[in-house]
């Protein structure tokens, strides 16, 4: 997350512009991914932190790249982790692209 600024703790729009979905997706996915459990605020705001951010993006990947259904990417998600380097290589390009991204458009 190089062009966003790194904070403690990330408020719904923040997390929508990190991982580009929509609000009502990532509430969805609250209820169907029981690790994704964001605190909420006073005022009844949900608060993500860096580790749920991180989640979501593993959702959308497993769900939009790799082209699982919900119950496969939950099963996944329950797997121990075995990456290989290729798929870590991957995953990394594509968070560097979409920071390059929001720099450029910011620039613009």
């Known amino acids: 997350m190089g062009a966003v600024q790194e904070k403690l703790f990330y408020k719904i729009s ?3 512009k990190i991982t580009g979905l929509e609000a009502y997706v990532i509430r969805f996915w609250e ?3 029981p690790t994704l ?3 909420k605020s006073k005022g009844n705001q949900r608060i993500y932190i860096k580790k749920e951010i991180d989640l979501i993006l593993e959702i959308k990947r497993l769900l939009y790249q ?3 259904t919900i119950a496969g990417a939950r099963k996944r998600l ?3 982790v075995h990456k290989t380097p290729k798929v870590h290589a991957n995953q990394t390009i594509s ?3 979409k920071e390059l ?3 450029l458009h ?3």
């Open 14 to 16: 923040d997390v929508c």
């Open 31 to 33: 209820t169907e991914f």
């Open 37 to 39: 459990h964001p605190k």
């Open 66 to 68: 790799e082209k699982l």
């Open 78 to 80: 329950r797997q121990p």
């Open 95 to 97: 968070v560097i692209k």
């Open 101 to 103: 991204e929001e720099i």
């Open 106 to 108: 910011l620039l613009n």
